[in-house]
C-alpha cells in the first residue's frame, strides 16, 4: 500500500505533539518527536556540567557527541513513546522547563544538528511516518509529500505549556511560561543553524481556535488525499 511522509513544523506549544500522535495512530504511522531528541541531548549536557542552568555558558558540547546515544520506543502496554538517554528512560525528565530553557542553546549547535538530523532521516527513510519538529519540512524531509507548519496565538500556547507543567507538579509561573516561549521563538527563528522557517508548499494550521478532534478531521483527510496522489509504493 501506498505509504507518505507527513512533516509537521512550528512554534513551541502549537500542538504539534499531540497532533502528530493522533495522525500516526490513525494511519498506522510511526509517531517521531524530534524535539524529544534535541531535549536529551540537552539533558545530558546539563547532567555532565557542559552547560549552566542559566545556559550562559556551553562547554565542547561537540567533544562529547560520540557519547550519546538516543533511541525513541514505545514499551509494552504503553501507547505512546519514550525517550531513552544511554539505556535510561528519560522521558519525564526532559519536559521540565529547566530543560526547555536550556534546549534552545543546544539546538543551535551545528554538530549537534548534524548528528540528530542523520538519526532523525534514518527513522523515517522508509516512510510511514509522522515526524514533528523545527526543520523536518525544510531540512530533514523536504520532499515529504504532506507538510503542515503549526501556529497559534501566543496566550494560548502559554496556557496550554502553564497547564500541562503544573499537572506534572512543577512549579512555575504563566510568567515563566511566557517568557520561556518568547525565547524558544526568538531562537528557533533567529538561529544560524536550520532556523525555523515555513517551507513554501506547507499547510498552515492555526489552530488558535480548532479543538484537537477538529483539527485531527482536517489533517486525516490532508494525509488520505496526499496519500491517493503518492506515486511511490512501499
Known amino acids: 500500500m501506498k505509504r507518505i511522509t507527513i512533516a509537521i513544523d512550528g512554534y513551541s506549544s502549537c500542538g504539534k505533539s499531540t497532533l502528530a500522535k493522533q495522525l500516526a ?23 555532565k556540567g557542559l552547560i549552566l542552568e542559566n545556559g550562559e555558558e556551553v562547554y ?12 525513541i520506543k514505545t514499551n509494552e502496554g504503553e501507547t505512546d513513546p519514550s525517550v531513552y538517554l ?17 534546549v534552545t542553546k543546544i539546538s543551535g549547535i551545528k554538530e549537534v544538528r548534524s548528528k540528530l538530523a542523520k538519526l532523525q532521516f534514518d527513522m523515517g527513510k522508509n ?11 525544510t531540512v530533514i524531509f523536504p520532499d515529504a509529500e504532506l507538510k503542515l507548519f503549526m501556529t497559534g496565538a501566543t496566550k494560548i500556547r502559554v496556557k496550554r505549556r502553564y497547564d500541562e507543567l503544573r499537572g506534572k507538579g512543577e512549579n512555575v509561573t504563566e510568567e515563566d511560561v511566557r517568557e ?35 483539527q485531527l478531521s482536517m489533517v486525516f483527510a490532508l494525509a488520505n488525499q496526499r496519500i491517493e496522489e503518492a506515486k511511490e509504493v512501499v
Not at 495512530?25 to 547532567?47: H, N, P, Q, W
Not at 544511554?86 to 536550556?102: A, P
Not at 508548499?201 to 480548532?210: F, G, M, P
Request: net charge negative; charged share 35%.
Open 25 to 47: 495512530k490513525r494511519l498506522a504511522y510511526e509517531y517521531i518527536d524530534t524535539g524529544s531528541m534535541f531535549r536529551a541531548v540537552a539533558l545530558y549536557c546539563f547532567d
Open 86 to 102: 544511554n539505556g535510561v528512560n528519560v522521558e519525564d525528565r526532559i519536559r521540565t522547563l529547566t530543560i526547555s530553557r536550556l
Open 180 to 214: 520561556n516561549l518568547k525565547l524558544r521563538d526568538h531562537d528557533d527563528t533567529t538561529r544560524k543553524e536550520s532556523p525555523l522557517i515555513r517551507a513554501e508548499e506547507a499547510v498552515v494550521i492555526d489552530n488558535t481556535n480548532l479543538s484537537k478532534n477538529d
Open 127 to 137: 516512510k510511514g511516518v509522522v515526524m514533528d519538529g523545527r526543520d523536518i519540512g
Open 60 to 71: 565542547k558540547v561537540k567533544d562529547f557527541l560520540e557519547e550519546i546515544d538516543i533511541v
